[in-house]
T-cell receptor, first 113, second 118 residues
Framework: DTGVSQNPRHKITKRGQNVTFRCDPI?????LYWYRQTLGQGPEFLTY????????KSRLLSDRFSAERPKGSFSTLEIQRTEQGDSAMYLC???????????FGPGTRLTVL | AQTVTQSQPEMSVQEAETVTLSCTYD???????LFWYKQPPSRQMILVIR??????QNATENRFSVNFQKAAKSFSLKISDSQLGDAAMYFC???????????????FGKGTHLIIQP
């Protein structure tokens, strides 16, 4: 069990560019979550998958954001036309169906210049 | 919507002493889960302890214990025999006991920065 992994760990991009992050959950975890954390704040829920189905999206997830989990394993989060306000740590977490505990990855820090 | 409040932005404690971090929450639900997560400077969020609302007994994990007061909607974390490795941001989090409708995501407080004085 290698835990939740996220790539890349750091991403610097220019405003207006598209970026994509990847999350690999703990194997056999059916549920996968994305959160955003800005400096000095707690994480904020963005979206949630159960297997390949995206079951919930927060109002924080604007039209520029899209997430997929095509085979019910890894997930990607894409941000189109990045803005400086998108600069944050993007956290992924996973859990099994039988547990209410979410296990977090190390996060991807995005800096938009 | 549920809210989680951590009123202590920063706490400091001497090594080997005991410290209590506060957390209050607001909900109209009767079935839910509460968590304390630790986020060291490396930024990986680590689960410290969890509490099911239907359980009256306070959860304990080694040096970490909670004081869960359901009527007061309070969920404090006590760290006994503080160690240098306990230094981190501590987040209190709430999860609904109902599935769907956004209930599966965690609602976090703003965190408490814990400093351990050697």
């Amino acid at each position: 069990d290698t835990g939740v992994s996220q790539n890349p760990r750091h991403k610097i991009t220019k405003r207006g560019q598209n970026v994509t992050f990847r999350c690999d959950p703990i194997s056999e975890h059916n549920r996968l979550y994305w959160y955003r954390q800005t400096l000095g704040q707690g994480p904020e829920f963005l979206t949630y998958f159960q297997n390949e189905a995206q079951l919930e999206k927060s109002r924080l997830l604007s039209d520029r954001f899209s997430a997929e989990r095509p085979k019910g394993s890894f997930s990607t989060l894409e941000i189109q036309r990045t803005e400086q306000g998108d600069s944050a740590m993007y956290l992924c977490a996973s859990s099994s169906l039988s547990s209410n505990t979410q296990y977090f990855g190390p996060g991807t820090r995005l800096t938009v210049l | 919507a549920q809210t989680v409040t951590q009123s202590q932005p920063e706490m400091s404690v001497q090594e080997a002493e005991t410290v209590t971090l506060s957390c209050t929450y607001d909900t109209s639900e009767s079935d839910y889960y509460l968590f304390w997560y630790k986020q060291p400077p490396s930024r990986q969020m680590i689960l410290v302890i969890r509490q099911e609302a239907y359980k009256q007994q306070n959860a304990t994990e080694n040096r970490f214990s909670v004081n869960f007061q359901k009527a007061a909607k309070s969920f404090s974390l006590k760290i006994s025999d503080s160690q240098l490795g306990d230094a981190a941001m501590y987040f209190c989090a709430y999860r609904s006991g109902n599935s769907g409708g956004g209930a599966d995501g965690l609602t976090f407080g703003k965190g408490t920065h814990l400093i351990i004085q050697p």
